[in-house]
């Protein structure tokens, strides 16, 4: 199993970003998928989870209204459109995938993509 | 929302000692949907353990989960210098699926 994340970058506050998560060696739409964040030198932050097809969605209060988790099973990718972005959601950001029957302990992880906010 | 507290915070041992790293819940965790995670610097997590006390795919035996409702705990018996990390536990329970805050074991 392979998941790469990209789409990272330095972002003005306010403005928006789109993460993408490209999945391979895994029967995609088997599974949940989840992104989880960590802030430079912080624990982490679970962020969003969807289920196979994409009919339901989670996420933690602190992103509901600005983050929107999406996934493509034809392509084998996940998304994660920001909007309004503060610079409290500066962090790394990773791509993991869940279980088959729900939003299970995460089994693998990509390596991150970094989103840096700031003016 | 479930609030995870891991204690303690910082965890120093020599190698081959026995650590013992604890996760409370605020309320009890449903069907010990409870996973264990190991951060080593620089790295991604690690998936651990899983349900409380399943070891995951390739995962020593050195690693032992157990507990159940609000207490869980992950036991590392005769620990090696590669064990220094950062642990967090992870309820999945229902969302929000919270981490704890982290354990960082340090191997003197």
């Known amino acids: 199993v392979l998941l790469v994340e990209s789409g990272g970058r330095l972002v003005q506050p306010g403005g928006s970003l789109r993460l993408s998560c490209a999945a391979s060696?895994?029967?995609?739409?088997?599974?949940?998928m989840t992104w989880v964040r960590q802030a430079p030198g912080k624990g982490l932050e679970w962020v969003a989870s969807?289920?196979?097809?994409?009919?339901?969605?989670h996420y933690v209060d602190s992103v509901k209204g600005r983050f929107t988790i999406s996934r493509d099973n034809m392509y084998n990718s996940l998304s994660l459109q920001m909007d309004r972005l503060r610079v409290e959601d500066t962090a790394l950001y990773y791509c993991a995938r869940a279980g088959s029957s729900g939003a299970t302990s995460l089994a693998y992880w990509g390596q991150g993509t970094l989103v840096a906010v700031s003016s | 929302e479930i609030v995870l507290t891991q204690s303690p915070d910082t965890l120093s041992l020599a190698p081959g000692e026995k650590a013992t790293l604890s996760c409370r819940a605020s309320?009890?965790?449903?069907?010990?949907?409870l996973g264990w995670y190991q951060q080593q610097p620089g790295q991604a997590p690690r998936l651990l353990i899983y349900?409380?006390?399943i070891r995951a795919t390739g995962i020593p035996a050195r690693f032992v989960g157990s507990g159940s409702g609000t207490d869980f705990t992950l036991t590392i018996i005769r620990l090696e210098p590669e064990d220094s990390a950062v642990y967090y536990c992870?309820?999945?329970?229902?969302?929000?699926?919270?981490f704890g805050q982290g354990t960082k074991l340090e191997i003197k």
């Open positions: 060696g895994l029967t995609f739409g088997d599974f949940w």
């Open positions: 309320q009890s965790v449903s069907n010990s949907h």
């Open positions: 969807i289920d196979q097809d994409g009919g339901e969605t």
């Open positions: 349900f409380a006390s």
């Open positions: 992870q309820h999945y329970g229902g969302s929000p699926y919270t």
